[in-house]
Protein backbone atom coordinates (compact mmCIF):
# COMPACT_ATOMS: atom_id res chain seq x y z
CA UNK A 1 0.00 0.00 0.00
CA UNK A 2 1.50 3.25 -1.11
CA UNK A 3 1.38 5.78 1.97
CA UNK A 4 0.43 8.92 -0.39
CA UNK A 5 -2.94 7.12 -0.76
CA UNK A 6 -3.38 5.17 2.36
CA UNK A 7 -6.86 5.88 4.33
CA UNK A 8 -6.11 4.04 8.27
CA UNK A 9 -9.49 3.95 10.05
CA UNK A 10 -9.88 3.10 13.53
CA UNK A 11 -12.47 0.43 14.31
CA UNK A 12 -13.96 -0.59 17.95
CA UNK A 13 -17.30 -1.94 16.85
CA UNK A 14 -19.14 1.32 16.95
CA UNK A 15 -21.85 2.69 14.96
CA UNK A 16 -19.13 5.30 14.26
CA UNK A 17 -16.11 3.65 13.69
CA UNK A 18 -18.23 1.78 10.37
CA UNK A 19 -19.58 5.04 9.11
CA UNK A 20 -15.37 6.46 9.28
CA UNK A 21 -15.20 2.76 7.48
CA UNK A 22 -17.28 3.05 4.97
CA UNK A 23 -15.95 6.70 4.20
CA UNK A 24 -12.68 5.15 4.13
CA UNK A 25 -13.81 3.05 1.46
CA UNK A 26 -15.64 5.29 -0.56
CA UNK A 27 -12.86 7.87 -0.49
CA UNK A 28 -10.37 5.36 -1.63
CA UNK A 29 -11.99 4.29 -4.74
CA UNK A 30 -12.73 7.76 -6.13
CA UNK A 31 -9.11 8.47 -5.27
CA UNK A 32 -7.44 4.33 -6.47
CA UNK A 33 -6.10 4.36 -2.80
CA UNK A 34 -6.12 1.66 -0.12
CA UNK A 35 -7.52 1.90 3.91
CA UNK A 36 -5.63 -0.06 6.35
CA UNK A 37 -8.73 -0.86 9.05
CA UNK A 38 -7.36 -0.99 12.35
CA UNK A 39 -8.77 -2.53 15.55
CA UNK A 40 -6.64 -2.12 19.07
CA UNK A 41 -7.25 -4.41 22.15
CA UNK A 42 -5.99 -4.58 25.31
CA UNK A 43 -5.83 -7.64 27.43
CA UNK A 44 -6.93 -7.09 30.99
CA UNK A 45 -6.26 -10.78 32.50
CA UNK A 46 -3.48 -9.39 34.01
CA UNK A 47 -5.07 -6.95 35.79
CA UNK A 48 -7.84 -9.30 36.91
CA UNK A 49 -5.56 -12.33 37.87
CA UNK A 50 -6.34 -16.11 37.42
CA UNK A 51 -9.16 -16.61 39.31
CA UNK A 52 -11.95 -15.09 36.24
CA UNK A 53 -10.09 -16.97 33.75
CA UNK A 54 -10.80 -20.46 35.48
CA UNK A 55 -14.19 -19.57 36.16
CA UNK A 56 -15.04 -18.17 32.46
CA UNK A 57 -11.98 -19.13 29.89
CA UNK A 58 -13.69 -17.24 27.43
CA UNK A 59 -12.07 -13.91 28.99
CA UNK A 60 -8.08 -15.27 28.36
CA UNK A 61 -6.66 -13.48 26.09
CA UNK A 62 -6.07 -15.33 23.17
CA UNK A 63 -9.69 -16.16 23.01
CA UNK A 64 -10.82 -12.70 23.46
CA UNK A 65 -8.08 -11.75 21.07
CA UNK A 66 -10.24 -14.56 18.54
CA UNK A 67 -13.56 -12.81 19.68
CA UNK A 68 -12.11 -9.32 18.41
CA UNK A 69 -10.19 -10.73 15.12
CA UNK A 70 -13.82 -12.06 14.13
CA UNK A 71 -15.77 -9.32 15.16
CA UNK A 72 -13.67 -6.73 12.54
CA UNK A 73 -13.55 -9.59 9.69
CA UNK A 74 -17.53 -9.25 9.89
CA UNK A 75 -17.40 -5.37 10.61
CA UNK A 76 -15.21 -5.07 6.98
CA UNK A 77 -17.24 -7.23 5.52
CA UNK A 78 -20.25 -5.47 6.57
CA UNK A 79 -18.73 -2.40 5.46
CA UNK A 80 -17.24 -3.65 2.08
CA UNK A 81 -20.74 -5.13 1.23
CA UNK A 82 -19.25 -7.07 -1.78
CA UNK A 83 -17.66 -4.50 -3.16
CA UNK A 84 -13.65 -6.30 -3.79
CA UNK A 85 -12.09 -2.31 -4.02
CA UNK A 86 -10.26 -1.02 -2.55
CA UNK A 87 -7.26 -2.98 -1.83
CA UNK A 88 -7.98 -3.19 2.15
CA UNK A 89 -5.69 -4.40 5.08
CA UNK A 90 -7.32 -5.18 8.09
CA UNK A 91 -5.01 -5.12 11.18
CA UNK A 92 -5.58 -6.39 15.05
CA UNK A 93 -3.22 -4.74 17.27
CA UNK A 94 -3.03 -5.35 21.25
CA UNK A 95 -2.20 -1.90 22.72
CA UNK A 96 -3.46 1.87 23.30
CA UNK A 97 -5.50 2.74 20.45
CA UNK A 98 -4.45 6.15 20.47
CA UNK A 99 -0.71 4.90 20.10
CA UNK A 100 -0.98 2.27 18.09
CA UNK A 101 -3.47 4.27 15.39
CA UNK A 102 -1.20 7.34 15.16
CA UNK A 103 1.89 4.71 14.78
CA UNK A 104 -0.49 3.29 11.79
CA UNK A 105 -1.23 6.19 10.25
CA UNK A 106 2.00 7.66 10.24
CA UNK A 107 3.06 9.10 6.39
CA UNK A 108 -0.53 8.19 5.45
CA UNK A 109 -3.20 10.32 3.42
CA UNK A 110 -5.51 10.22 6.36
CA UNK A 111 -6.59 8.99 9.46
CA UNK A 112 -10.20 8.33 9.52
CA UNK A 113 -12.29 8.03 12.70
CA UNK A 114 -15.76 8.69 13.97
CA UNK A 115 -17.34 10.59 16.89
CA UNK A 116 -19.41 9.56 19.99
CA UNK A 117 -22.07 12.01 18.43
CA UNK A 118 -25.31 12.52 20.02
CA UNK A 119 -28.16 14.65 19.25
CA UNK A 120 -26.50 15.94 16.10
CA UNK A 121 -23.05 17.23 17.91
CA UNK A 122 -20.01 16.00 17.04
CA UNK A 123 -18.80 14.68 20.55
CA UNK A 124 -14.69 13.71 20.76
CA UNK A 125 -13.97 10.98 22.89
CA UNK A 126 -10.59 11.18 24.88
CA UNK A 127 -8.89 8.34 22.41
CA UNK A 128 -9.82 10.62 19.43
CA UNK A 129 -8.42 13.34 20.97
CA UNK A 130 -5.34 11.89 21.69
CA UNK A 131 -5.54 10.71 18.27
CA UNK A 132 -5.97 13.82 17.27
CA UNK A 133 -2.90 15.74 19.43
CA UNK A 134 -0.46 12.11 18.29
CA UNK A 135 -0.89 11.59 14.68
CA UNK A 136 1.36 12.70 12.25
CA UNK A 137 -1.28 12.82 9.80
CA UNK A 138 -4.12 14.46 8.60
CA UNK A 139 -6.98 13.29 10.92
CA UNK A 140 -10.58 13.33 9.88
CA UNK A 141 -13.26 12.73 12.13
CA UNK A 142 -16.53 11.74 10.23
CA UNK A 143 -19.81 13.15 12.46
CA UNK A 144 -23.15 11.50 12.89
CA UNK A 145 -25.55 12.11 10.67
CA UNK A 146 -23.43 12.46 7.77
CA UNK A 147 -24.70 10.28 4.47
CA UNK A 148 -21.77 8.11 3.37
CA UNK A 149 -23.51 7.25 -0.05
CA UNK A 150 -24.50 10.89 -0.52
CA UNK A 151 -20.94 11.88 -1.76
CA UNK A 152 -19.62 8.73 -3.18
CA UNK A 153 -18.08 8.12 -6.47
CA UNK A 154 -21.15 8.87 -8.41
CA UNK A 155 -21.20 12.40 -7.17
CA UNK A 156 -18.67 14.62 -5.47
CA UNK A 157 -15.96 13.53 -3.28
CA UNK A 158 -16.19 13.92 0.54
CA UNK A 159 -13.30 16.40 -0.03
CA UNK A 160 -15.07 18.58 -2.39
CA UNK A 161 -17.90 18.97 -0.23
CA UNK A 162 -18.72 22.39 0.57
CA UNK A 163 -19.97 24.03 3.83
CA UNK A 164 -23.59 25.54 3.26
CA UNK A 165 -23.12 27.00 6.69
CA UNK A 166 -19.00 28.00 6.06
CA UNK A 167 -18.90 27.81 2.39
Known amino acids: MTASKLFVVGVDGSEASRRAL ?3 LAEARVRGGSVSAVMVWQSRSVLAGPAPL ?3 PRLAPHEVRDQHWKELKRIVAECLAGASTPELQESLVEGHPEEVLAEKAAGAAMLVLGDRGHGGHARLG ?3 LRCIHNARCPVLIIPAGFEI ?3 GPDTARASEVVDPVLG
Open 22 to 24: KWA
Open 149 to 151: GKF
Open 126 to 128: STT
Open 54 to 56: MMN
